[in-house]
């Protein structure tokens, strides 16, 4: 199997994370390296056709982000404040309402969520605004998306998260529902939560992310899921994951027809 530290595992992997767990100056070292290669990317980036986004949709045509053309949003969560880089070239690079919601969630309540010393690994991170949440609330925190996220994934949580949090966060590639066993093995990789925002939307892939939630959420796993509903399909992955879990609604936003759930493995 790649051996890549992904987490706290469990005390079977222990032999695994002695040969991968990288130190705090190698950790230091290769975000450099990112925030570099980043910032070349945004030189040499150009213009392409730009897709109408929802969170756009108010706004005036020049006033209008075009795509690749980065924008930076800055959030204050945690006393700290966090300036998150986006780009409306792709879903994952835009901070979407469920996350918002989310992290205000996690920070003003601790004593049902206490993040403090827990392995958290987030699916659909994006634009890892989450994740910089739970790092600043004390998490051990492996952040995922899919390849050609983890570039502005990795600079969000590099510039937001160095020399604030007690733990380094990690980044790691995860395709929903593909070769999870193999790359997030259960027997070595438990987490105490998973976290999701807004990973249901108008995409052909419910039925991977289901399978996704299910991998992840063994006993002892507690699935936060923040969600904004869109779409009819949206009802349906609902019901679909009411059924696979026991399902706790700890938050509603009515007016932005937001809900954060709860799940826990089901007997």
């Not at 700290?80 to 792709?90: G, H, M, R």
Request: hydrophobic share 35%; net charge negative.
């Amino acid at each position: 199997m790649d051996c890549n530290y992904l987490g706290k595992p469990t005390a079977e992997g222990m032999e695994c994370r002695n040969l991968c767990l990288v130190t705090r100056i190698e950790d230091a070292r290769c975000e450099e390296e990112d925030i570099n290669e980043q910032e070349e990317e945004e030189d040499q980036s150009e213009d392409v056709p730009v897709a109408v986004w929802e969170k756009f949709k108010g706004l005036a045509p020049e006033k209008k982000p075009k795509a690749w053309e980065p924008s930076n949003e800055t959030f204050s969560f945690a006393g700290q404040e966090i300036s998150i880089k986006e780009s409306v070239d792709s879903f994952g690079a835009l901070t979407w309402p469920g996350a918002l919601a989310l992290c205000k969630y996690l920070e003003n309540n601790p004593e049902q969520i206490d993040l403090r010393d827990k392995a958290v690994l987030e699916i659909g991170a994006g634009t890892g605004l989450v994740s910089i949440v739970a790092c600043l609330l004390g998490a051990w925190v492996t952040a995922t998306d899919l390849p050609d996220i983890l570039a502005n994934l990795r600079f969000n949580l590099s510039r937001n998260t160095r020399g604030r949090c007690r733990y380094t966060p990690q980044v790691a590639t995860l395709a929903w529902g593909l070769n999870l066993q193999r790359t997030f093995p259960s027997s070595i990789f438990h987490y105490d939560y998973v976290l999701a925002a807004d990973v249901v939307y108008h995409h052909d892939c419910l039925d991977e992310l289901l399978v996704t939630m299910e991998h992840f959420c063994r006993p002892g796993t507690t699935l936060i899921w923040s969600n904004k509903v869109r779409f009819e399909t949206d009802h349906r992955f609902i019901e679909r994951f009411k059924n696979a879990f026991d399902t706790t609604v700890l938050a509603e936003i009515p007016q932005e027809q937001i809900r954060i759930y709860k799940a826990t493995f089901k007997k």
